[in-house]
Every structure is written in C-alpha cells, then in structure tokens.
C-alpha cells in the first residue's frame, strides 16, 4: 500500500482563517467602542445638566458637615449602572490574564522552552491588554471608573496556585481556567448589557478567548502525551494523535455556568 499523502494546505488555511477572526474581532472591537461612546455622550450629558444645581447644593451640604456627601448627586440609570458593572468586571478578567501571562512569559521554562508557546504568551497578552482597554473606555464613556485592578474571586485562586507552578502543563491548565471564565461571562454579558453596542462589544471579545481556551486545550493534550515537540507551527498532521483535531472544541454551544456576575469585578 502507498504511502498516505499528507496535505497540509488545509492546516494553512485553518492558520490563516484563525488569525482573520482576531483580526475580524479587534475591528468589530474598535467599531462597538466608537458606536457606543457617541450613542451615549446625549445621556451623560442630559445627566449632567439635570444635575447642576443639585451637584451644587450636594457640594454646600458637604461644607456644613453634611454626610449625604453625593447621595443626591446624578448617576447614571439603573441598566446603565449594571452595563458599567459588567464592563468594569470584564477588565478585571482582563486584568488577571494580563497579570498571569507576563508572569508565565518570565518563568525559565516558557521564556527559554518551546518557542511557539512563548510566541502564544507574548500574543495573547498583547490581545487581552487590548481587551482591557477596550471595557475600561466603554466604563468611561458610560460615566463609570475604569477598573485597573484584577478580579478578586479568580485573583485568590491565581496567588493559591503559582507557587505550584512547576513546568509548561501547569500554565496551561491555568490559563485554560482564566480563558474559560472570560469566554463564558463576555458570552453571557450578550445577554446581560442594555446598549446593543455593549452587546457588540462583548460578542466580539467573546470569541477570541475561546479561540485562545481552544488552542491551549490542543497544547495540554499534547503536553499529556509527551508530545511537546509538536507544539508548534506549522505542525506535521500525520504525527498528530486522533484527538488533536476535536479536543479543542469540546462544547456545541458554549456553556455560561461559570460565568462571574457582573458585580464580581465592579469598582467599590
């Protein structure tokens, strides 16, 4: 029997088309974000000329010792208030991946280990600082406080299992987790924000962490295998175990079991 031909232009192809949907999504990113800051400066500006006067007698009541301080001051509506809640905790997630790839990329192991993961790191990390900025201009804009600090809940568990960190499997399994969670709360914030830019904004987002959730799937599978030599790009399919081409994507429809509620990431 002849030998089996291998053609990897397909392999090509699924490269190409991964780096158009990034590409694809920081557009529609970008254009949420514009769409969005012009459809709501009309309202905080109605919001700040109904508020004037009493922003003013707020501000005497605080000279005479008051304590209401700004309990009468203007603030945004209630789904407003919840849209920039949602936001602030997206850059909070953002803001811990942020945190945990550049503490991956200085590790000896990745630094001067397999390049293609050290290629992944340095990417994503540039991606996710992107999305941060992306949520905290979308808070600004809606008249809340940008979020520079990280998520509380996935911080804890993040300081729990660094010091356990012992090789490449290890990062990836924690990045699969923080991947994970942001995929699953930017999916279910579709469903969640009142504006349908915001929607578009999260929709957009959404998508690239389950394509980097993906990626690290197939890299754990083969880490699991003691094949980190195929850990990289571009990659001999015939070498590749039966697995390579589904454990990536192992859910249908993606699950928001795990998704952190918009309050979790909030500014206080």
């Given amino acids: 029997m002849p030998p089996e031909h291998i053609d990897t232009r397909l392999l090509v192809e699924l490269t190409e088309q991964s780096q158009d949907l990034n590409s694809d999504a920081s557009r529609i990113t970008r254009s949420a974000l514009a769409d969005f800051g012009q459809a709501v400066e009309p309202v905080r500006r109605r919001w700040w000329e109904r508020g004037g006067a009493l922003a003013a007698a707020v501000g005497t009541v605080a000279l005479l010792g008051g304590r209401r301080a700004f309990a009468d001051s203007p603030s945004p509506s209630g789904s407003m208030a919840d849209d920039i809640m949602a936001l602030q905790t997206a850059a909070s997630i953002e803001n811990l991946a942020v945190s945990v790839y550049r503490t991956a990329a200085g590790l000896p192991f990745i630094k001067d280990g397999n390049r293609t993961v050290a290629a992944f790191v340095a990417k994503t990390t540039q991606q996710h600082e992107a999305h941060a900025q992306a949520f905290n201009a979308a808070a600004s804009q809606a008249g809340g406080r940008p979020q ?47 504006n349908a830019d915001l929607r578009k904004l999260f929709a957009s987002v959404a998508p690239v962490e389950a394509q980097h959730r993906a990626t690290l799937l197939a890299v754990q599978a083969l880490l699991a295998g003691n094949a980190a030599d195929l850990v990289t790009i571009p990659v001999d399919p015939s070498k590749l175990p039966a697995a390579a081409g589904s454990v990536g994507f192992p859910d249908a429809f993606y699950r928001t079991d795990n998704a952190s509620p918009i309050s979790e990431g909030a500014v206080k």
């Fill in 148 to 194: 520079n600090g990280p998520d509380p809940k996935y911080k804890a568990a993040v300081d729990q299992m660094l010091p356990s960190i012992k090789g490449p499997a290890d990062v990836v399994k924690l990045a699969i987790t923080l991947e994970d969670v942001a995929a699953q709360t930017y999916t279910k914030n579709v469903s969640q924000v009142s």
